[in-house]
């Protein structure tokens, strides 16, 4: 994994991160709602209720580091990132999926900075060491969120990490 060495690197890290956070709560997971039923909304609730928190947990490091945290979709992502029209229920989550492993893998990053870039976005040593913290919860939340879509797509897709 590529180390991060700049501060605008990790800031706009954070902010695609905030926002991917963001989309599991917008309307085409709750599309998919009314479709599903039974083990298959049960695990998609639990993937958009998880997301709402670490939303809210990268909007605090965001809020504490003083970045603008965005109201309109950061460069470099799609303008819709969950579009679940006409899908079923394992290529749903076969599509969430590939989120999850990519949340997984940028919070990995993000753990991995530069410990220098990390004390420019955070000077208060015990701040780091919460940040740090809560990276390794999102870190864990989302491997386990790529084990609820393996079991939900029962072998629909492969997507490796």
């Known amino acids: 994994m590529p180390v ?8 706009s890290l954070l902010q695609r991160m905030y926002w991917i956070e963001s989309e599991m709560e917008q309307l085409g997971t709750w599309e998919a709602r ?14 958009s209720h998880d997301s709402d928190l670490h939303g809210s947990i990268v909007e605090k490091w965001m809020i504490k580091a003083n970045i603008e945290v965005p109201q309109t979709i950061p460069k ?17 989550f076969g599509s969430i999926q590939k989120y999850e492993i990519l949340a997984m893998n940028a919070y990995k990053d993000i753990r991995n900075a530069e410990a ?6 955070l000077p208060d040593q015990k701040d780091r060491a919460d940040f740090m913290l809560d990276m390794e919860k999102l870190i864990a939340d989302e491997e386990k969120h ?16």
């Open 34 to 47: 009314i479709e599903m039923m039974d083990e298959n909304l049960e695990a998609l609730e639990v993937l």
């Open 146 to 161: 790529t084990n609820i879509c393996k079991k939900q797509t029962q072998g629909f897709a492969k997507v490796m990490y």
């Open 116 to 121: 220098a870039v990390i004390e420019e976005l």
């Open 76 to 92: 470099g992502l799609p303008k819709h990132i969950f579009d679940f029209d006409g899908l079923s229920a394992p290529e749903i």
């Open 4 to 11: 991060i060495k700049e501060k605008k690197v990790l800031v």
